[in-house]
């Protein structure tokens, strides 16, 4: 039996996380989400789940939740997203802050075994390397989500060293699903191809990145918490096959049977990294099983988009 809470829980990954972790009857799962980003309709309808609508950057929102509930682990989700509303909003990025330092702080105060980050492959900054490893940070991204990341990665691994409270962060690239926001690339894309519409791409469309389904990532963040195999570790979650945005572009498409055609739009000024790939030795190791190819995933979107 187990008590978790899952800060940012009515969001992609943290209600997926939240759905398979309800398949075990015997674990509560509490989700605190504000619904800035996130919806209440991604949250899955179970009797072990239990939503709070609370802000996790106001310190005097949060402390109720702890006191009602001796959470055994604790994932915090919540942040800002999206490459265009974090650059336009870079006030609302750097007071997630707060929130690292809330739920830190009463996870340490409460007995809680271990805190789950959810830090970004917007910590490499521009690629130092490729495939990016967990042990290669170099810090030269200037923007304020990037650098809130950082931070907070720094926060996890100074209470462990000051207090003891363990830790595992994962650095996620790009998970896609059913429950992302359509403002994303992979929806985006999608809705347009299925609509016969065309898809606009920045710049030349040759920035890379690599896209992990939902499952997967889930997946591999159980794990992490029912084994010992990423304890106070940095974990990239993601996938290895990197491709072009035009790639991705043409191989939508190509699964939608599109009449779609691809337009050029001005380069981002910033935010939009050149490549992406993570090295995901560590993550193969603890998921050890194969994982779902792009064409897959985009088929189970096609599906859940046609059922809706």
């Known amino acids: ?72 682990y604790v994932f915090h989700y919540a942040a800002v997203v999206g490459v265009q509303r974090t650059l ?3 006030m609302l990025v750097l007071h997630d802050i707060e929130g690292i330092k809330n739920i830190l702080s009463l996870s340490k105060n409460t007995g809680v075994k271990r805190v789950f980050y959810s830090s970004s492959s917007e910590v490499y900054g521009e690629p130092f390397e490729i495939p990016q490893n967990e042990n290669t940070t170099p810090l030269n991204s200037r923007l304020p989500y990037a650098i809130v990341k950082n931070v907070g990665e720094a926060f996890f691994k100074s209470y462990y060293q000051e207090y003891g409270l363990e830790y595992t962060i994962f650095r996620f690239f790009n998970t896609y699903g059913p429950n992302q926001s359509e403002d994303f690339v992979i929806p985006r894309f999608l809705k347009l191809a299925l609509s016969n519409e065309p898809i606009t791409v920045y710049g030349d469309g040759s ?9 997967d990532n889930v997946a591999t963040c159980i794990k992490a918490m029912q084994t010992d195999l990423c304890v106070n570790e940095v974990i990239n979650v ?56 792009l064409e897959v995933g985009l088929l189970n979107l096609i599906q859940f988009y046609e059922n809706r």
């Open 88 to 90: 336009e909003n870079p």
């Open 207 to 215: 920035q890379t990145r690599s896209f992990c389904y939902v499952a």
């Open 1 to 72: 039996m187990s008590t978790i809470l899952i800060t940012g829980g009515a969001g992609n990954i943290g209600s997926a996380l939240a759905t398979k972790l309800s398949e075990d009857s015997t674990t509560t799962i509490v989700i605190i989400d504000n619904l800035t980003t996130g919806s209440i309709h991604k949250i899955p309808k179970k009797a072990n789940i239990h939503f709070i609508k609370s802000d996790v950057n106001n310190y005097n929102d949060i402390v109720p939740v702890f006191g009602r509930y001796n959470f055994d």
């Open 238 to 293: 993601g996938s290895d096959l990197e491709m072009t945005i035009l790639e991705l572009a043409t191989k939508i498409i190509e699964v939608t049977a599109s009449s779609s055609k691809i337009m050029h739009l001005p380069a981002l000024e910033e935010g939009d990294m050149t490549r992406r790939c993570p090295d995901t030795t560590k993550m193969k190791a603890i998921l050890g099983q194969q994982q779902v190819s």
